[in-house]
């Protein structure tokens, strides 16, 4: 059996316990690179360390990592070891057979894939006279075995009880095994070790990964758990004691944060009713009375603000003043009459502790003129929202149209002269292509004339929607026109009406009172109602409707009713008419005036 032992000093040193076995080493040389390809330091019997200088730190030759004890097997297999990397291999003597190492030409020998949390190898190449003893003498030194299936066709399925474990058994992939002396066929094979896919293997994975899992879920769970705010305490019920309690709190500027929370979740929960309205009432009365601290408060924080920013700024000015006088200390240094008796060193450095004075003081300066900056626009700020804005002038509907269609005419014109300058251009180059021999003038010809008659059509298109737009534009100037006479006419009437009125006022009382009670037209007012409202069915020949008519006089007059309106045009015969228009769902009654023919009948 193979012990390994650790010394004070953290070297390995490994013991062969002679009890358990024994083995025949006939050449040092040949055990002492077995031991190195396997990672340890080579031994003899006794535990001595063959090799005196052989350094425990380092692997087994160049490109391998030292072993150390954290390493899986406590470093007595080595790792991975690299494809293109040349491994020797040695003879290794058993207690009952020999296991002789492969031709180093060949290639390693072939593996499957590893399954997951493999414990399990498969053995094959067994000699046929190979025993249980056997396998477990040869095996036994890369682990503990758990298990051990043996078939009758030479092979067998060893299980271990570690993983890395069968990184070991893998080495011996490869190699001839013989029975003791025997050259007898049946007593020689040649091992083949690879993975094996095992179900207890898969299974114990799977649980160690399933640990694995609920430890980093109990883990993340610890940390936020310890990461997560403290709970607020909870809100006690509400009565008359607890009440009188928050009332009193509530007073309290250092308990006002926890008793305005109580009074909040009360509120909230419902506890409010006739009988404790009272109670609330004044505590929210109480809540109310912190207003005008907090705001106290809050401007008292604001002074210390300005204080702290302007004592900010007297000190930053009185910083630049001290770098100015150092930086004129170091200009006058630097003058001939002073430079001349420093020496080469000391100028050099007055001339870099110059420059770096002077990009101090202007970094200084440009945060000094920032501050100062901001005041500035702040103020702006201010003036600009203590000024009232000025209020633009609206033109009206006919205006604004006259003016969108004179620039649309505007730029109509701008689009024909530019159609008419492409034309020329055409017109040019058609020209030039005349004087050249060019194979294919026809057809550019042909494309000439294409483009030419295309632009001509879209120039008559422009020319009639010029036209249509000019004669919108006249119609509406000619509606203007019509308007503004009949507003000329209204005003005439309605002068007129002001100085019959005037001459009527010198007569007599009585006989006013007569006239008054015979004409229909009893004030001024309705007066000037009839001279609107003639001017207006004037202009509608067909008439209008009596909402139609007071919606117009609306905007005149926002007193103006509906049933005067029609009362006063009822009284009125011979000056308006109601007829009835349309059919059906459609019938509408309309005003219509009448005036002039009515002058004739009276």
């Known amino acids: 059996m193979f012990l ?7 070297t390995r040193t490994l013991n062969v316990d002679s009890a358990a076995m024994t083995l025949p080493v006939s050449d040092p040389t040949a055990w002492a690179t077995a031991m190195n390809n396997l990672g340890m330091a080579p031994l003899g019997i006794a535990g001595q360390p063959i090799l005196p200088e052989f350094d425990p730190a380092l692997g087994m030759m160049t490109g391998i990592p030292p072993i150390t004890p954290m390493m899986p097997g406590l470093g007595i297999v080595p790792p991975p070891i690299p494809p293109d990397m040349p491994v020797v291999k040695e003879i290794i003597h058993c ?9 180093p030409n060949l290639p390693p020998p072939a593996t499957r894939e590893r399954p997951p949390g493999c414990k399990t190898v498969f053995v094959g190449g067994l000699p046929e006279n190979g025993t249980e003893q056997i396998i477990v003498e040869v095996f036994e030194q890369c682990g503990e075995i758990i298990a051990i299936r043996k078939s009758k066709k030479n092979f067998c399925h060893i299980r271990f009880a570690e993983e890395y474990m069968v990184d070991k058994a893998l080495y011996l992939s490869g190699y001839r095994i013989r029975l003791g002396s025997s050259t007898d066929k049946k007593d020689t094979g040649r ?18 990964q399933r640990m694995l899992a609920r430890e980093e879920r109990h883990r993340r769970r610890m940390e936020e758990e310890r990461m997560r705010p403290p709970s607020p305490p909870p809100v006690v019920h509400y009565s008359d ?10 007073k309290d500027d250092s308990k006002f944060s926890e008793a305005v929370q109580t009074l909040l979740t009360w509120i909230e929960r419902g506890e409010v009713n006739r009988r404790s309205a009272n109670h609330f009432y004044s505590m929210i009365q109480s809540a109310n009375s912190h207003v005008r601290r907090l705001v106290n408060e809050k401007a008292a924080h604001e002074k210390e603000m300005e204080e702290a920013k302007e004592k900010f700024k007297q000190a930053l000015s009185g910083i630049l003043i001290q770098f100015e006088q150092i930086v004129a200390v170091y200009h006058s240094a630097s003058k001939q009459k002073a430079w001349d008796h420093f020496t080469k060193a000391q100028r050099k450095n007055i001339s870099v502790w110059c420059k770096q004075a002077e990009e101090i003081r202007n970094i200084h300066n440009d945060e000094l003129m920032g501050i100062r900056r901001e005041e500035e626009m702040e103020m702006s700020d201010d003036e600009i929202e203590e000024t009232t804005e000025t209020k633009e002038t609206e033109e009206s509907a006919l205006v604004s149209q006259a003016e969108a269609l004179k620039e649309e005419n505007d730029s109509l014109r701008w689009q024909l002269d530019a159609y008419r300058n492409e034309v020329e251009l055409l017109k040019q180059e058609q020209g030039k292509a ?4 060019d194979p294919n003038k026809e057809q550019q010809l042909k494309l000439l004339q294409q483009a030419l008659q295309g632009m001509q059509q879209h120039l008559l298109k422009v020319q009639e929607e010029y036209k249509k737009k000019e004669a919108e534009l006249d119609r509406i100037k000619d509606d203007k026109l019509q308007v503004e006479k009949l507003l000329e006419n209204l005003h005439e009437k309605q002068e007129n009406c002001t100085s019959r009125l005037c001459a009527s006022s010198q007569e007599s009382d009585h006989p006013l009172e007569k006239a008054i009670i015979g004409n229909p037209v009893k004030s001024e007012r309705e007066a000037l109602l009839v001279g609107i409202i003639s001017t207006f069915l004037h202009v509608h020949p067909f008439g209008a ?12 007059d926002n007193k103006i009713c509906t049933s005067d309106v029609e009362s006063l045009m009822s009284r009125l015969q011979h000056t308006f008419r109601q007829e ?3 059919v059906g769902a459609s019938l509408e ?11 004739k009948l009276t």
Not at 4 to 10: G, I, K, L
Not at 193 to 208: H, I, N, P, S
Not at 243 to 249: D, P
Not at 589 to 599: A, I, S, T, V
């Open 241 to 250: 004691h607890e009440c009188s309690i928050v009332a009193e709190k509530l």
């Open 191 to 208: 091992l083949h070790v690879d993975f094996a896919q095992a179900r207890d293997d898969l299974y114990e994975w799977e649980c160690k």
């Open 4 to 10: 390994v032992q650790y010394t004070a000093d953290n």
């Open 545 to 556: 409707s009596i909402e139609y008519i007071c919606s117009y006089l609306n905007r005149l």
């Open 580 to 582: 009835m228009t349309g």
């Open 589 to 599: 009654k309309r005003w219509k005036f009448c005036g002039f023919e009515g002058l």
């Open 95 to 103: 207690k009952s057979c020999t296991l002789f190492p492969p031709n």
């Open 434 to 437: 005349h004087r050249e021999d």
